[in-house]
């Protein structure tokens, strides 16, 4: 196989960072431009106690879109070593915005972290890296939060 572009699928974690530096070597190996891909989730709408639906602030989502931009640029500065690297930040759930980036971007692999959770946690949260895994249109590559990299 030979990889051109490599997303990286990152949030504010120590799997994430795992993960970009994993991606980061791949896009070495292989000579490939890297996108750092930040998923900023909706907040949910919650109901008032009239039973109307409260406001969303705008606010709130500016200031997420902002501390995205800060995140990819600490992981690129962190781990690029000089290779091109795109942002990409929307507001999304976590597996569907990966994997929409990654179509949308023509990524040739998704890097991405997970937290190896287990049991209650596991059954009531789902694992974002096993919904991008079973979605993704190109192959994807799972940095275990334990591993050694």
Known sequence: MNFR????AVDNSTC???AAKSGYEMAKAF?????????IEPIPATINQDLT??????ETYDNSEENSHVLLKEIETTYSGGIK???LSIIDSAA???????????????VIGTYGRT??????????AEHVAR??????MIIPNKAEV
């Open 53 to 58: 639906l409260a406001p969303v602030f705008l």
């Open 5 to 8: 572009k490599i997303l990286i």
């Open 135 to 140: 979605k993704s249109a190109c192959p994807v």
């Open 96 to 110: 569907h915005g990966i994997v929409n980036q990654a179509e949308e971007w023509g990524a040739d692999l998704i």
């Open 119 to 128: 049991g209650l946690y596991h059954f009531l949260m789902g694992s974002v």
């Open 31 to 39: 000579d490939a431009e890297v996108a750092l891909a930040n998923i």
């Open 16 to 18: 994430a960072e795992k």
């Open 85 to 87: 690297t795109t942002y």
